[in-house]
């Protein structure tokens, strides 16, 4: 057995699955080529098989291959789809509107963006950390040129209506691009219901390679314009230059099958576990559950308990279990959680979250385990702050 803590913390990144690193294996060794290079058989290996995940990810979500742009990752994708669409489109308009919630590779963009002289819109949400449609359809004027709102949050795992935002953006003639790396493989995602025109993507919140990125860039209805923010080579249509990773690149498109084959027995199985981790644990007095109860991703808890110190919780928690305090992208800074404050929560009550993130191999003795030493730890660092006063 490993002495290892149990690993819940799938929404900052998942274990690569067996089956992804074996179909990787041939393309380090063997089938080394790079796809660009059209005179040679390990050239056209390396260009059929980027082709092949190319089809893959269209398919996931409904798109033609033609339209995937590959990139290092949702950060690269997400930058790409912001700052490529505010230079291909300054003549048009220079303003933005996106969500408080937004992981920092959106929001940190926009922020650049704004230095330009760009204006940006930053769209509150609801306790329950939803947006609110009404008033996005106030934000949005003539010369706004872009809305991006993430499908899945990154920290509390609400699920926005993107149907509803993409319909709003299509009758308004307004790009409309979401961040879906922590929804891809886990939710339905159809680019052409949800009226979606760029959808940031990535390999590993989905047992796939860290490394790894894509952008689905709209073709027709309407033409979605880019500027390169990369150059060099012109790669990926020109939008997107560097030689191709191929390894990184079939196993995500490997993983992404496995994912949506797996889709619907994996999200009852992840519902399964969470509730059990939240039906033990809710017995602690002033524990909440952070975000929309049911609006969220399948394998998601993100929870606050009152007069605990998130740090401490997660630190108390280390030697059984491995969580996050707030966001793993964030967690260097000593700051209570952004997203939960603009949920309406105290410092106080943003400090003390945690963020369960349940995975393809945890198993129902692991949540029970962690329940129990969970609410162990809640009552020692409790006792310890009433007898410290």
Known sequence: MSNRPIYLDCHATTPLDERVLNFMIPYFTEKFGNAASVNHVYGWESEAAVKQTRRSLAAAINANPEEIVFTSGATEANNLAIKGVAEAYFSKGQHIVTVATEHKAVLDPCEYLKSLGFEITILPVNQDGLIDLELLEKALRDDTILVSVMAANNEIGVLQPLAEIGKICRQREILFHTDAAQAIGKIPLDVEELNIDLMSLTAHKVYGPKGIG????????????????????????????????????????????????????????????????????????????????????????????????????SLGLQPIVAVSSGSACSSHHVAPSYVLKALGYSDKLAYASIRFGIGRFNTVAEIDQVAEHFIMTVNSLRKTLVASR
């Open 214 to 313: 894509a952008l689905y860039v709209r073709r027709r209805n309407p033409k979605v314009k880019l500027a390169a923010q990369q150059h060099g080579g012109g790669h990926e249509r020109g939008m997107r230059s560097g030689t191709l990773y191929t390894p990184q690149i079939v196993g995500f498109g490997k993983a992404v099958e496995i994912a949506i084959l797996e889709q619907e027995t994996e999200n009852q199985r992840l519902t399964e576990l969470r509730t059990r981790l939240w039906q033990k644990i809710s017995i602690i007095e002033g524990i909440y559950i952070n975000g929309h109860p049911q609006k969220r991703l399948a394998g998601n808890l993100n929870i606050s308990v009152e007069g605990v110190d998130g740090a401490a919780l």
